[in-house]
């Protein structure tokens, strides 16, 4: 295994959303707000990591898949739509998932941002460079063989997007959601057919992602089967960006 492949933590390359007009008194914290991100193919681990950062540092994340399955639930001709790439494991055209994801960040400019599946195309990485400086991009390696297997036993709660995995997180109870007690479900772009098709297309797309974050250095690549092994050393990157609020070893 070899995490931190592609770099080692750094000191602070913290950065601020632009100023949109005349300079406006921007609160001391606002210097140090976090743009990270964690791009990864289906089932590498990104919701897990993203939970354990987002404890551990006192942030919210904001999935990307999460926040579409939750805005499609409004219906609508746009919805239905949307909801049929979700269904077989395609991407949502970028001007779609793009205007979602903007106006969402645009709502929390003054939050640190921990994106998760955002961005995964060229044309969303772009967009995403016209409203700010990202600190650092962390990416997950896992093996075809690893994710086919996590995806076959991944169970939701489809209201909180928390996953359960029956063998390396199950819930407390089976079946059923630990915190709110709702049953879990199987997500329908983890069947197989979907997977397969999933797992191409994100490569595809995010090749040419992973090069422009790779030149500018702010590229961090951790690779292996096991969430575990791999997260201290996120833990350890990400310590050098943002203070703790919880030790690293406390799951
Ligand atoms: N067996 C095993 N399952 C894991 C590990 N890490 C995450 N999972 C499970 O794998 C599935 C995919 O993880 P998730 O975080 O949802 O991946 P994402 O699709 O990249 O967001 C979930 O069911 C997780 O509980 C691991 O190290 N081992
Ligand atoms: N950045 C994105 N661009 C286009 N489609 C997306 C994006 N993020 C999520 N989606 C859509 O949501 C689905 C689920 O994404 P996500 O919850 O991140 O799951 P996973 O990481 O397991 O693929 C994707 O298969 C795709 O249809």
């Given at each position: 295994?070899?995490?931190?492949g592609?770099?080692?933590?750094?000191?602070?390359?913290?950065t601020?959303?632009?100023?949109?007009?005349?300079?406006?008194?921007?609160?001391?914290m606002?210097?140090?707000?976090?743009?990270?991100?964690?791009?990864?193919?289906?089932?590498?681990?990104?919701?897990?990591v993203?939970?354990?950062?987002?404890?551990?540092?006192?942030?919210?994340?904001?999935?990307?898949?999460?926040?579409?399955?939750?805005?499609?639930?409004?219906?609508?001709?746009?919805?239905?739509l949307?909801?049929?790439?979700l269904?077989?494991?395609?991407?949502?055209?970028?001007?779609?998932?793009?205007?979602?994801?903007?106006?969402?960040?645009?709502?929390r400019?003054?939050?640190?941002?921990?994106?998760d599946?955002?961005?995964?195309?060229?044309?969303?990485?772009k967009?995403?460079d016209?409203?700010?400086?990202?600190?650092?991009?962390?990416?997950l390696?896992?093996?075809?063989?690893?994710?086919?297997?996590?995806?076959?036993?991944?169970?939701?709660?489809?209201?909180?997007?928390?996953?359960?995995?029956?063998?390396?997180?199950?819930?407390?109870?089976?079946?059923?959601?630990?915190?709110?007690?709702?049953?879990?479900?199987?997500?329908?772009?983890?069947?197989?057919?979907?997977?397969?098709?999933?797992?191409?297309k994100?490569?595809?797309?995010?090749?040419?992602?992973?090069?422009?974050?790779?030149?500018?250095?702010?590229?961090?690549?951790?690779?292996?089967?096991?969430?575990?092994?791999?997260?201290?050393?996120?833990?350890?990157?990400?310590?050098?960006?943002?203070?703790?609020?919880?030790?690293?070893?406390?799951?």
């Open positions: 295994m070899c995490p931190g592609a770099g080692g933590a750094r000191p602070g390359r913290l601020r959303v632009p100023p949109r007009s005349a300079p406006v008194p921007v609160p001391a606002a210097s140090k707000l976090l743009r990270a991100v964690v791009l990864g193919p289906p089932g590498s681990g990104k919701g897990t993203c939970e354990r950062i987002a404890r551990r540092f006192g942030l919210q994340h904001l999935s990307s898949g999460q926040f579409l399955r939750e805005s499609l639930g409004g219906g609508g001709e746009a919805g239905a949307a909801q049929q790439y269904e077989r494991g395609l991407l949502v055209p970028d001007h779609v998932i793009t205007r979602l994801m903007m106006a969402e960040l645009e709502k400019r003054e939050q640190h941002w921990l994106l599946g955002f961005p995964r195309t060229l044309g969303q990485a967009a995403l016209g409203i700010c400086q990202l600190d650092l991009v962390i990416s390696n896992i093996p075809f063989e690893t994710l086919k297997d996590r995806l076959s036993a991944r169970w939701v709660h489809p209201a909180s997007g928390r996953v359960y995995n029956m063998d390396f997180n199950p819930p407390h109870t089976q079946g059923v959601d630990d915190l709110t007690g709702e049953p879990l479900v199987q997500r329908e772009d983890d069947r197989p057919e979907a997977v397969a098709a999933r797992l191409r994100y490569k595809d797309a995010a090749k040419p992602v992973m090069e422009l974050y790779k030149s500018r250095g702010i590229l961090h690549s951790f690779s292996g089967t096991e969430t575990n092994k791999i997260w201290p050393y996120v833990y350890t990157l990400l310590s050098s960006r943002i203070p703790p609020v919880l030790p690293e070893e406390e799951h």
